[in-house]
Structure formats: structure tokens, C-alpha cells
């Protein structure tokens, strides 16, 4: 049953005005997990990509995009994380990342899509009258604990990085889902991988995401980044106790101050991080505000988590009630301007600056770091190496 429907704060009378901005600038969704949805409904992916372009199970779809005029979304790439600490054991994670990669860039071939990297593209498409597509890929544990595929990541185009999802990996400590999790780094911090990892992004030019991750692994990798850091959807931990959410000294290395990082937070709209008790639209735009106070509003956005999550909140059900958001910050005085920088300029500003610093890193050496635990390298196939180098081995291991 639908929960009662309440008087608003009195935004109606900005909808249209709201209507306008988001016609004329794009709202960025920086979390939507629809390949997931594809992947459960459709074997084929062909198929899934063109479904969209009508009534589709779970939050979004093209009609319903089209009514709340979003102008771009990034697409999750996700998988569960399996149990346990040893992450060499194998497993089917890159195929199956690499799989939702090629979804989305079937989804990109489709009329109502284009690929975007950066914020130039972002406008291409916008003004094109298509959705600024771009692919973000939500766990460190499709990278296969490997710098290397780190590197195909970023030819491929993959956006963002969140370095965990809800379980530790190879590189970095995670948040849990709620239960804290046994330590298995240092500090419950990043790894030396994970070091390593953060330099290699800075260096390709891949967003680091910090939703799902500890706080210390938040804290430590804001200290090393050359670039600004995302929160593709997360919100205050002191307006919602939960280990997902940000805490305040985290918030407090973000802005726009000497010394700090210049990231964004994109606040995100599930239940259980708006706040369990009456999760509404209001509460949301109270997480953006209260972000906005620590970190400046050019550090906010949105980051709906659509379709990867059971329960949005009342008056943010699906991807036709962003206006009513966007009505709600104007009613509580928010500029154009701002709101501008909310729906999507800040990020843009923020993906612009990430592809500096990888202009200006693009001549360091590439990370040759190789994951501590691995046993298969190098290579130790024998038999099939030419006598050359068998016999340049076999010195070597005299
Ligand atoms: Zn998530």
C-alpha cells in the first residue's frame, strides 16, 4: 500500500520554473543500477537495450527519464561480492563486469543514448536531446585485484570506480552493509595496492568513487588523490547513523578551501541512508543541505541509486520525480545558479579537473604494482616457452 501522500513544503509553485532550468541544463544521476535490472530480465542483452524504450521493471526507463528530464545518468557496473578474504580464488567477476560494460554500450547505440565521458560530451549529448550515458563500475572486485585491468577500465571508458562495494577487496576496506566487518588492512584503510590503485586512477583519469567504502579507506585515499574524489551516492552520517553515510571530519576535508579536496557528494535517495524513520523527499533535500553547509553547494549533487535499491523514498519513487527535488531546493531559496551546480555543474567542473590532472600525469610511468597474494605470475608455463628463455631461467634460478 502507498503511503499517505502529505502536504508539501509549498514547492508546487516552483515546478515550473524548475521545469525550465532542467530544460535548458542537464541533471547528471550519478548511480543507477539498470544494467542489473537487464541482467536479471533479458538473456539477451540486444533485446534488453532496445525494452527500455518502453515500460520497464524497476525505477527507470526511457519514458519515465523523459518525464523527469534527466539529462544524464551513470550506469552501474555491479556485482555481489562473494564471501570470504581470499580474493584469488577464481571467479567469474571481469567477464561479468566486462558483460555490463558491453549492455551499456548496447544501450549507447540506442536513439535515446550517447556515450559522455566529460563534461563536453555531456552537452553534445544534452542538446541532442539524448541522455549523456556514462559507465561507472561499483567494486574493486572486478578489477581482479589487477592494475592491468584497471588500465582496459579506462580505455573502455569507465567513468568512476567505487574502489569497494560491501565487502573488502585486494585494494581497499569497505563500509559493510551495515554490521562493521573484521579488519583485513591496515588501519581498515587501503592496502599498498590500494595505494598504488589511487595513483593509477589519478593517472588514467577514472573518478575515484568513495560510496560503500570505510572511513578510513574515505579518508585516506582523499589524502593521496591529485584529483577531486566522488561520492556517487551517499549522504551525512549525522542526519542518518549509518556506516554508509559520511561522517563529519570526512566532509570536512571537502571543499573548495586551500588544503581541501575539491570532490562532490552525490546524495543518494535509499531508505535506509535518507534516515528508516519517514524517509521522504524533505529528508533528502535536508542530507543536500546539510552537505552543502559542511562542504559549499558547489560540492553537492545527486545520486539517486535507482533500481539497486528496494525502497526509494516517499516523493522520490522513480526517475519521473526529480523535478520535485529540484522544485524543493528552489523553495528553500536555492538560485538557479546553484541548482545549476547541483544538477550536474559541479560534477562536470569535477570530472573536467580529474581529466587535468591526467594531462598532467600522463607521462609518469605506468604502476607496475602486481597484488602480493598472487601465486599464477609470472607465468610458469615451461613446457611452452622456447629453449631461449627456458635456458635463461634456468641460469637465473641457479
Ligand atoms: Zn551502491
Known amino acids: 500500500m502507498a503511503p499517505p501522500t502529505r502536504p508539501r513544503s509549498g514547492r508546487e509553485k516552483y515546478r515550473q520554473r524548475a521545469l525550465d532550468l532542467m530544460s535548458a541544463h542537464p541533471l547528471i544521476d550519478t548511480h543507477v543500477d539498470l544494467p542489473l535490472i537487464l541482467r536479471a530480465v533479458n538473456r539477451n542483452p540486444v533485446e534488453g ?66 556515450y559522455a565521458r566529460n563534461s563536453e560530451d555531456t552537452l553534445k549529448a544534452f542538446k541532442a536531446g539524448k541522455f549523456a550515458t556514462f559507465i561507472g563500475v561499483e567494486g574493486g572486485h572486478m ?92 549522504n551525512a552520517r549525522t542526519l542518518c547513523d549509518h556506516p554508509r553515510n559520511i561522517p ?3 566532509l570536512d576535508m571537502i571543499g573548495s578551501e586551500e588544503g581541501k579536496n575539491n570532490g562532490v557528494i552525490h546524495c543518494v535517495f535509499c531508505d535506509k541512508f535518507v534516515g528508516l524513520e519517514d524517509p521522504t523527499l524533505e529528508k533528502v533535500a535536508d542530507h543536500i543541505e546539510y552537505i552543502a553547509k559542511k562542504c559549499g553547494k558547489a560540492h553537492v549533487g545527486i545520486g539517486s541509486d535507482f533500481d539497486g535499491i528496494d525502497y526509494s523514498v516517499e516523493g522520490l519513487e522513480d526517475a519521473t520525480k526529480y523535478p520535485d527535488l529540484i522544485s524543493e531546493m528552489m523553495a528553500r531559496g536555492w538560485t538557479d545558479e ?30 607496475g604494482a602486481v597484488y602480493d597474494q598472487r601465486t599464477d605470475l609470472p607465468g610458469i608455463w615451461l613446457e611452452n616457452l622456447p629453449q631461449l628463455a627456458r635456458t635463461h631461467l634456468e641460469e637465473r634460478n641457479k
Open 143 to 234: 578489477l581482479g585485484n589487477s592494475l592491468s585491468i584497471l588500465r582496459i577500465w579506462a580505455q573502455l571508458g569507465v567513468r568512476y570506480i567505487t574502489l569497494t562495494h560491501t565487502g573488502h577487496n585486494a585494494f581497499a576496506s569497505s563500509a559493510g552493509s551495515g554490521d562493521p566487518l573484521d579488519p583485513v588492512h591496515p588501519g581498515n584503510g587501503l592496502s599498498e595496492l590500494g595505494k598504488e590503485l589511487i595513483k593509477e586512477m589519478n593517472r588514467t583519469g577514472i573518478m575515484i568513487d568513495l560510496s560503500h567504502v570505510s572511513d578510513e579507506t574515505m579518508r585516506q585515499s582523499i589524502q593521496l588523490s591529485k584529483a577531486p574524489v566522488l561520492f556517487s551516492h551517499s
Open 338 to 367: 546553484e541548482i545549476i551546480g547541483l544538477m550536474g555543474g559541479n560534477l562536470m567542473g569535477v570530472m573536467d579537473e580529474v581529466d587535468r590532472v591526467q594531462q598532467q600525469l600522463k607521462d609518469q610511468k605506468p604502476s
Open 248 to 250: 563529519d571530519d570526512v
Open 49 to 114: 537495450a532496445e525494452q527500455i524504450a518502453g515500460p520497464y521493471p524497476g525505477h527507470v526507463d526511457v519514458p519515465r527519464m523523459r518525464q523527469g528530464k534527466l539529462g544524464g545518468i551513470f550506469m552501474a557496473v555491479w556485482l555481489p561480492c562473494r564471501p570470504g578474504t581470499d580474493y584469488c580464488l577464481p571467479s567469474d567477476d571481469v567477464r561479468d563486469a566486462l558483460e555490463q560494460v558491453d549492455q551499456i554500450q548496447l544501450i549507447m547505440r540506442e536513439k535515446d543514448f550517447q
